[in-house]
């Protein structure tokens, strides 16, 4: 019976490891398995992983990683890597095997679920205990050439949660090994040119190399650029491109250029001056999704200047110290608690610099902050805006208006009566209430409600009200504004 097993699996990699070693671990053993999984993607530079001690996961690294040398000093850093000749554990015939098997058909993914039946069929008879171990230290080794699909969705990056789902439903993920030649280099480059802030581009690059950075800043984007339609139609297109893209290799040479209005980046498009093009218009494209946010805010701050009639050499800080000065103080004069009161208490609020200010301000008025925002919330928020300055000018002259009133007096109260008509546009004035005049109108007031409720009507009632405040109130508007101006000036 050993013989007949020699035989069969002559290839068989040699694995010292009793717990990990089985088609069916233990509860124990997955558990070590889980935890070594983790240290191999957090703690790949470091001896035995980070491990202390001797736990179970530390045995099966030793057993399968460290004495085969498939975790080892490369250039004075650990890595993983193949396993070298002469190397202990028999994996060498394994490894190029899975090469072998990804390089069959190189146009599309291979699926994981063949990969791992193949491993486990003769002549390597693998566990499926090593397989999910094996795989990741494969994927490590090669992670610059490897790209790896999640039901035909690409995943620019392998985590805890991917290993956890991939070791419970292989068939639903697939690998797909990239080669790159100098022309392609040339194209890699441009991409991770377009997204390092930098500049720094590594000596070797690759599809993957490529891949990887471009897809962080697609996904690290704000949800507002990854929605807005105030950029170009070339930088939204290479956007969907992006977001509905299943293969790195389609999206890089043929979905992203033709977005960007070129032809696909093969035959005689490789040409020099086509390549010049394509990179300075995915620069382009790359630099409006960068800058969208900040011109959002760039935009917000417009509106601010504009909604409170202020200077445009106003900076940001000079705003929030203007509004913080003229405002503060101002919830006196309003109990709109929700809505006025809170926008005043955002207003002047001395918390945190000036970005974070005018977040507050921008995530009150839309009710989410503005790296969340659609277009529809940009322009809400801009009609709120103008409806609160609007507001708050109106408690300026109430303000205004009590300074003038008798210190004595402290029984009072301010009316706002506002008039806006076609003829005259808009028009206010101020009336003080206080008890001499409530008694002595008491009588007037009540003549007037009785005739009011004799026409029956609103319209009727209303109309009467608008005849007799308008003529005033335009009488008083210009009083108003001169002393508006003299306490500004003072």
Known sequence: MSRALEK???????????????????STANAARKKLLVAMLEHGDKPDLGFEKFPAEKAMYRALL??????AQIGGELKFQAPKDGARGRLIPLWHAVDAYLDADPNQPRSLADLFSYMSQPPFGVKQGVLPIFLLAYYLANEDELALFDDGQYCPFMS???IERLIKEPHVFGLQRFKSDSVRDAIFRAYIEAVSMMGDVPAHVNLIAAAKPFSRFMMTLPDYAKATKTISPEAQLLRDKFYSAKSPL???????????GLKPLVGEALAPDNLDTFNRKLKSAIAELRVAYHALLNDFTDQLREAFKLSAKEDLGRIREILTGRYTGMQDFTIDVQGLKAFIGRITDTYGDEKHWLISLASFLARKPPEKWVDDDASAARYRLL???KKLRELETLRLHSERVDDKCTDYELVLIKSISQTNGETERVVTLDPDKRQRLDKVVMDISQQLEMLGNEDLKNAVLAMLIA???ETYQDSVEDTKGAKANG
């Not at 002559?10 to 069916?24: G, V």
């Not at 460290?66 to 975790?71: E, F, L, Q, R, S």
């Not at 389609?250 to 960007?260: D, H, R």
């Open 8 to 26: 069969t699996f002559d290839q068989s990699p040699h694995i010292h490891n009793e717990l990990i070693n089985r088609d069916k671990p233990s």
């Open 387 to 389: 409806e609160m300055a």
């Open 160 to 162: 805890q949660e991917i």
């Open 250 to 260: 389609q999206l890089l040479f043929f979905q992203i250029p033709e977005a960007l």
């Open 66 to 71: 460290h004495v085969t040398g498939i975790h």
């Open 471 to 473: 003529p005033k109130v």
